[in-house]
């Protein structure tokens, strides 16, 4: 008979976390019979002893969700904001992180992408300029299920700030600066939260799927020191809700800070800020605001991908840039492909160097719009930007095969998608710059280029997110001559 499984889902373990795995998984080992039984608990360090619940259990490990932190660890130190689920190592000192993040990367690339000594290729690690308030955008949740975080409980009430962790339904209610956004905003929530409740008009009940309020979304300009404002509710009661009357308020608030508010009806059940239907109206001000990136200005709309902490991205796009404009790039001829180009930050910056020609691509529209308004803006009329699925823009314009010297693509941190990564190869560019923020997928791809002729050369880390675990890589990848790859190039 095979090995039982030591646990059941549902089953509640007090461990002490010994180690840590890369995506901010605690170790903890229990002893059994049949030798040490590995527990995985996310969100937890080293040093800490904690109450978790068994989400998964195999036969030689658990996958655990946090329940509550017993006692600390002996590192562990305090700080003056309110603690929120989105920073789970905020009470680690900032080198403490970075020492992890950068053990459990190499570890990655050790195992998934089968490097033997992948220190040999590492060239470091950047840090972010700011620890705290370094956020761009914060999407605040409204819910009728309140998470009482000293007595632990769920209550009824009128909730507006973030998910209680573990839970889709429960809010912990942002009473103060969380040291992540922006201290004006975040002192003032609770206000907005009074204000919303007075209106009569309830809060979403996630199980019960009803409510008018569901999310308050806020992005700001770090260089303009403006605020973009999204309110999202259903369409149950909007005949109640006065929009001016709400402008008026936030302006009240916040004064010129205010660039624009929009209203956005949601009535999908699931539990997203952009409805599948809909409509989103600006009832104030303007749709977008203007953040400045190595000189050049990007406007962005409250919906498009622009790197969260700005001031870290541009030490992000200066090493990714440093590997795609250097000696090898070509001249006019040579085009440079963005794949998952978002907004077009990073194709505008590659235009600003090279004299050729820079072709960006992402499958969102409104990003693609945002990136044509910019690149007009600043002025370059050598990008061409295209709303397409990457996969089939690469299937789509084959007469850019043989022009293209460079490619940089920055995917979402599910990476990739192999039929993707396949047609990229076909490409048989000298070059590939992958920027990516889940190291563990460009682990995989590694692993996929390596056997089609693309030798890694050099890799770097970046933080772009103090106190989570999360970590950035940016990667060089140089095409072997007369490699013959697995894939059929012809396909």
Known sequence: MGRRRMFRKGHVLEVKITGLAFGGKGVAKIPSEKGDFT???????PGQTVKAQVSLCKRRFAECRLMEVMKSAPEEISFDYQPIP?????????????????????????????????????????????TWY????????????LHNVKSGEKEDGFGLGFKHRGTWWAVENLDKDSGLFDKQVETDLIKI?????NTGLPAWHPPKREGFYRFFVVRRSIAEASLLINLVTTSVGQDRFMQEEFVQFIRGLWGDRVAGVLHTINDD????????????????????ITEVLHGLKFDISINSFFQTNPQSAERLYAEALALALDKHLGGKDAFVLDLFCGTGTISQLLAKEHSG????????????????????????????????????????YPKYRGKIRTLVMDPPRAGISPKSLRKVIRLQVDRIVYVSCNPATQARDIATLAENGYKL???????????????????????????????????
């Open 193 to 197: 939260r009074k204000w919303c409740e």
């Open 86 to 130: 989105g920073a789970p190592y905020a009470t680690f000192p900032i080198e403490t992180q970075h020492k992890y993040k950068e053990e459990t990367t190499l570890d990655i690339f050790r195992r998934i992408a089968r490097i033997e000594k992948p220190k040999d290729l590492y060239k470091g690690f950047i840090g972010s300029p700011k």
């Open 269 to 288: 059940i699931g539990d997203r800020v952009e409805a599948r239907s809909g409509n989103s109206k600006l009832i104030y001000g303007r749709e977008r």
């Open 134 to 145: 370094y956020r761009n955008k914060m999407e605040y949740s409204f819910s009728s299920i």
């Open 357 to 396: 020609k820079v072709i960006g691509v992402d499958i969102v529209e409104s990003a693609i719009e945002d990136a044509r308004i910019s690149a007009e803006r600043n002025g370059f009329s050598n990008i061409r930007f295209y709303a397409a699925d990457v996969g089939k823009f690469l299937l789509k």
């Open 39 to 45: 527990v995985f608990v996310q969100n937890t360090f």
């Open 457 to 491: 050369v050099q890799f770097k880390l970046v933080d772009q997110f103090p106190h989570t675990s999360h970590v950035e890589s940016v990667a060089l990848f140089e095409r072997i001559k007369g490699f013959i790859p697995k894939i059929n190039l012809k396909r």
